[in-house]
Each structure stands twice: as structure tokens, then as C-alpha cells.
């Protein structure tokens, strides 16, 4: 079974518009977090906001914040007025558990392509 | 602060060649991390560092694959010999102590290897 589901490959939205970019994941450990990822085509993975699994309270960064729904098991990326900057691929990734010293390699769905029109 | 570095940038070699890629992480992160990512897809990890150990090489193919960090700090990643199956875009990311923080990772641009 897939640790990360992004359901939408790909997405057109109008400039100024709010978008929603769906993530659903699955794991038995009761401390992870979540993270998304944008990537434009330049290639670099650039990080945008974190929510972690004991956090009572929604990530907010800027234009980003994270509907986190912990008993859906979803953690949905909202950007808010939407730019045409905003064009780029989007990963969802899933930190399980916290080894003692180091941090976990990520998870990463399969992302979304989201295109802004103008 | 600078960023994760990696070189080159862009790779292209024929099947069979030997390649090697390499990554310069934040200062002061202790943990490093080399993914692949195919096309279409998203990263997958290949191998994580602690400082100079390997905690986490279960995903690196170690027929061809060898990946090192000397003194904690750079790190390289190669492959020997090359296979057509390996052209992806290999990223290098870093994370400071996991202890006292949520473990972003802030990633490299990537190194774009293609395999002829």
C-alpha cells in the first residue's frame, strides 16, 4: 500500500483563486510529520511548510496552510490567492517515527502538477 | 546562509561508465541524504548519513552503488557501472539535529544524469 496518495496529477486554476492540493497518508506510528514540497522545473525541491502529527493546531506559512485531519489520515496543502509563480509540481512526504540522533529519510507521494492561469 | 550544493548539475555518460555526484550540505547539519528521483515520480532515499556513518543504506543497490561522507561534511555518491535504468535526477538533501528539531530536510538542485 502507497504511504502517500495524491489523488490529482495535475491541476488548472485560475490566477487569484485559492487551490487545494490533496494528500493522504497511512502509517501505524503515532509521532511523524508531514511536509510539502514545491518543485518547479528547475528541479529543486523547495520546502514550504510542516506540520507535525502532535500539533494541535493547522501549519500556516504565508500564503500555505495545512488542513490537517488526523483521524482522515489527510494532510491537504491550501494556497491562498493563488500566482502565476505558483506554477510548479507539489509533493506531499511523510516523516515516520524520530530515531534517536537523526532524522528519517522522507516519503514522498507521486505530486501534483498545478498550473496557474492568468 | 547557503544552500545544499551539488555538482555537476547535468551528466551525460554512456551505459557502462562509471559516474560520481557530489553534495556540500547546509553548515552545521549533521544529517545528509542522497534520493533518486525518476521521472514523474517522487524522490526515493537512497542512503542517509549521521555525521560520517551510514544509518539508513537499505535502498542503495550495492552492486553498483557506493556512496561515502568523509569527515562528516561532503559526500559522495557513484555509480559503477552506469545502466540505462539509472538516468533520474539524483538530489542531495541535508537536516540539522533531529533531536531538537522537526527534521526539514532542505534539498540540493539536483544532479539531471542521463544514461545513453
Known amino acids: 500500500a502507497q504511504k502517500i496518495t495524491q489523488t490529482q496529477p495535475g491541476m488548472f486554476v485560475q490566477e487569484k483563486e485559492a487551490v487545494t492540493l490533496d494528500c493522504t497518508y497511512d502509517?501505524?506510528?503515532?509521532?511523524?510529520?508531514l511536509f510539502w514540497y514545491k518543485q518547479p522545473s528547475s528541479g529543486e525541491m523547495i520546502f514550504l511548510i510542516y506540520?507535525?502529527?502532535?500539533?494541535?493546531q493547522n501549519a500556516t506559512e504565508g500564503r500555505y496552510s495545512l488542513n490537517f485531519q488526523k483521524a482522515r489520515k489527510s494532510a491537504n496543502l491550501v494556497i491562498s490567492a493563488s500566482q502565476l509563480g505558483d506554477s510548479a509540481m507539489y509533493f506531499c512526504?511523510?516523516?515516520?517515527?524520530?530515531?534517536?540522533?537523526?532524522?528519517?529519510?522522507?516519503?514522498f507521494g507521486k505530486g501534483t502538477h498545478l498550473i496557474i492561469q492568468p | 546562509e547557503a544552500g545544499v550544493v551539488q555538482s555537476p548539475r547535468y551528466k551525460i555518460i554512456e551505459k557502462k561508465q562509471p559516474v560520481a555526484f557530489w553534495c556540500n550540505p547546509i553548515?552545521?547539519?549533521?544529517?545528509l541524504y542522497w534520493y533518486r528521483q525518476n521521472l514523474g515520480q517522487g524522490p526515493e532515499l537512497l542512503i542517509r548519513?549521521?555525521?560520517?556513518?551510514?544509518?539508513?543504506d537499505s535502498q542503495l543497490p550495492k552492486d553498483r552503488f557506493s556512496a561515502e561522507r568523509l569527515k562528516g561534511v561532503d559526500s559522495t555518491l557513484k555509480i559503477q557501472p552506469a545502466e540505462l535504468g539509472d538516468s533520474a535526477v539524483y538530489l542531495c538533501?541535508?537536516?540539522?539535529?533531529?533531536?531538537?528539531?522537526?527534521?526539514?530536510?532542505?534539498f540540493g538542485p539536483g544532479t539531471r544524469l542521463t544514461v545513453l
Open positions: 506540520q507535525g502529527s502532535y500539533d494541535e
Open positions: 538533501a541535508s537536516s540539522p539535529r533531529a533531536r531538537t528539531t522537526d527534521g526539514t530536510q532542505y
Open positions: 502509517t501505524s506510528d503515532q509521532s511523524y510529520g
Open positions: 548519513y549521521e555525521n560520517e556513518e551510514a544509518v539508513d
Open positions: 553548515s552545521g547539519h549533521n544529517t
Open positions: 512526504a511523510m516523516r515516520e517515527g524520530r530515531t534517536g540522533g537523526g532524522a528519517d529519510g522522507l516519503t
